[in-house]
Antibody
Framework: QVQLQESGPGLVKPSETLSLTCSVS????????WSWIRQPPGKGPEWIGN???????NYNPSLKSRVFISLDTSKNQFSLRLSSVTAADTAVYYC?????????????WGQGTLVTVSS | DIQMTQSPSSLSASVGDRVTITCRAS??????LNWYQQKPGKAPKLLIY???TLQSGVPSRFSGSGSGTDFTLTISSLQPEDFATYYC?????????FGQGTKLEIK
């Protein structure tokens, strides 16, 4: 069983960079792909991207120019940076896990953290 | 990107009813289809993966079927705790994409 917990500022100014960290506990960090997913108020989820323990990443092309996902295996954490944010980036941000070699489903999720973009 | 379209967008039903939600992919995704349940203020919860495999701990009244482009989620006998929003998600290719959701409400 995996537990995930997001942390980071809940308010970011327009044009600045959103930074979040996901702390992972429970299972082996190297057995999963680690994703960031966001959900604007009243809308469906949107996959932002993922990272494997090797450091290999995949990003959603719609956000690729602004997104960077990294990991710190010594701390069992992975992080999201989203630059040049606008009000459209206001959403609940989740981190989630996908078992390596699986069908690609998100089996565990963090509780989510609301990030509001506003001056 | 693969587009996922769910129907209906909302559904009213009663406790004990049998309910079916449909998800259609814009291209074939084999069986790379997953279903989630989301309650207000909570993260989505995995119900079914690989189109028909029940996630551990999920009640057997939930079932999934389909392959290719057309998929269904069935709840055989609705319980009060099942009233929520349901999302399908494809994991055939990146970017991973979700349906727009089906809100299941009490009649």
């Amino acid at each position: 069983q995996v537990q995930l917990q997001e942390s980071g500022p809940g308010l970011v100014k327009p044009s600045e960079t959103l930074s979040l960290t996901c702390s992972v506990s429970g299972d082996s960090f190297s057995s999963y792909y680690w994703s960031w997913i966001r959900q604007p108020p009243g809308k469906g989820p949107e996959w932002i991207g993922n990272i494997y323990y090797t450091g290999s990443t995949n990003y959603n092309p719609s956000l690729k120019s602004r997104v960077f996902i990294s990991l710190d295996t010594s701390k069992n954490q992975f992080s999201l940076r989203l630059s040049s944010v606008t009000a459209a980036d206001t959403a609940v941000y989740y981190c989630a896990s996908t078992p390596s070699g699986s069908y690609g489903h998100f089996d565990y999720w963090g509780q989510g953290t609301l990030v509001t973009v506003s001056s | 990107d693969i587009q996922m379209t769910q129907s209906p967008s909302s559904l009213s039903a009663s406790v004990g009813d049998r309910v079916t939600i449909t998800c259609r992919a814009s291209q074939s995704i084999n069986s790379y289809l997953n279903w989630y349940q989301q309650k207000p203020g909570k993260a989505p919860k995995l119900l079914i993966y690989a189109a028909s495999t029940l996630q551990s701990g999920v009640p057997s009244r939930f079932s999934g079927s389909g392959s290719g482009t057309d998929f269904t989620l069935t709840i055989s006998s609705l319980q009060p705790e099942d009233f929520a929003t349901y999302y399908c998600q494809q994991s055939y290719s990146t970017p991973r994409t979700f349906g727009q959701g089906t809100k299941l409400e009490i009649k």
